[in-house]
């Protein structure tokens, strides 16, 4: 399992790696571009369930920890997916790979 680590308190999210990867390109993606944006996702019910929104933006620390040593082959489809839902008010939702499978292009 990887790790988010956000804000001066640290504060850590664990994500499997491959999601990790694809969540922390998006990231990049939007703050190359000076977009500041929510960060949202479900938390699962074997770790205590609810939902977890952050506010992404340049100023604020943030690392990515991952637990394996190589970087996936990144999903184009899950990228765009994640980088679409950024524009909505709510902000970017992370969705599993296989929803951004079936989602109209």
């Given at each position: ?58 100023e604020i620390p943030m690392a ?28 970017m939702v992370i969705i599993p ?9």
């Amino acid at each position: 399992m990887g790790k988010l680590i956000y804000g001066h308190s640290a504060q850590e999210y664990e994500f499997d790696d491959r999601t990790l990867s694809h969540v922390k390109i998006a990231i990049v993606t939007k703050l190359r571009r000076h977009e500041s944006f929510l960060l949202n996702w479900q938390v699962p019910s074997e770790h205590g369930g609810g939902r977890v929104s952050l506010w992404i933006s340049r100023e604020i620390p943030m690392a990515f920890l991952f637990s394996g040593s190589r970087p996936p082959k990144l999903n184009e489809r899950w990228m765009d997916a994640l980088l679409q839902s950024s524009q909505r008010t709510g902000g970017m939702v992370i969705i599993p790979e296989a929803e951004a499978e079936t989602r109209p292009s």
